[in-house]
């Protein structure tokens, strides 16, 4: 699909945003960033290795991942899970997300808008 510059960008901020709480909640439990990113890809959301990667060393440098490296098997691998800071994070995360998707359906019903898509199974976007 092919969007004019303007509203590509603001698509591509939209799902910026979004990431971090997908990762997130990929993080629940102790994993390895190639699997969140086949998770993540698997549940609609595609990410270049260049948005993941830089994005996991991010959050645990603020606190809100820990990392330990795993030298079992034929390569090293490190395993990311929350920090208290990241399962507060979290928390807070995904209480602003279900208010904002509230205020924005409320403000598409209030002017005559169209009632909000559901999400379709399966449907891919674009990696980042």
Do not use: F
């Not at 699909?1 to 971090?20: A, F």
């Amino acid at each position: 699909m092919n969007h004019p510059q303007e509203v590509q960008h603001g698509l591509t901020e939209l799902r910026r945003g979004v990431t971090t709480l997908a990762v997130l909640l990929n993080l629940r439990s102790e994993n390895h960033g190639y699997a969140v990113r086949l998770l993540l890809a698997n549940s609609g959301l595609s990410l270049k290795e260049g948005t993941l990667y830089p994005l996991l060393r991010r959050l645990e440098a603020q606190g809100i991942l820990t990392g330990r490296w795993d030298c079992t098997g034929d390569r090293m691998r490190k395993y990311y899970s929350l920090t208290e800071l990241g399962k507060e994070t979290l928390k807070v995360m995904r209480d602003q997300w279900a208010s904002l998707i509230h205020i924005v359906d409320s403000l598409g019903a209030m002017n005559g808008g169209p009632e909000p898509r559901p999400p379709v199974k399966g449907e891919i976007y674009e990696p980042i």
